[in-house]
């Protein structure tokens, strides 16, 4: 089992920042994925971005590229979320994922690992 844990969300207005963090513990893979995904009230879950553990290779939403950056900390089991020009679209529960496999996915029923989710408001 994996056991994820996110920090760092709350209330910001446009054009402001965010990180949000997440750390893994209990049996994580070397190899393995990590993902930010989100929710936003009536909507489905949608991915966010992902990187591999093992090279920090990244793959974005398009909808987030240019202002949203992952990135990890091996040596703290953590996985960060740089958010920078946010915009009131970006309102939603953000939720970590991770996977003991390699592939930068984006499906969100492929992780089989979630955390308890951060609420990320945007103000106009």
């Known amino acids: 089992q994996v056991q994820l844990v996110e920090s760092g969300g709350g209330l910001v207005q446009a054009g402001g920042s965010l990180r949000l963090s997440c750390t893994a513990s209990?049996?994580?893979?070397?190899?393995?994925?990590m993902a930010w995904f989100r929710q936003a009230p009536g909507k489905e879950r949608e991915f966010v971005a992902a990187?591999?553990?093992?090279?920090?290779?990244?793959y974005y939403a398009d909808s987030v590229k240019g202002r949203f950056t992952i990135s990890r900390d091996n040596a703290k089991n953590t996985v960060y979320l740089q958010m920078n020009s946010l915009k009131p679209d970006d309102t939603a529960a953000y939720y970590c994922a991770a996977d003991r496999a390699g592939a930068l996915m984006t499906m969100a029923y492929l992780y089989p690992y979630w955390g308890q989710g951060t609420q990320v408001t945007v103000s106009s």
């Open positions: 209990g049996r994580i893979s070397s190899s393995g994925t």
């Open positions: 990187i591999r553990w093992i090279d920090g290779n990244t």
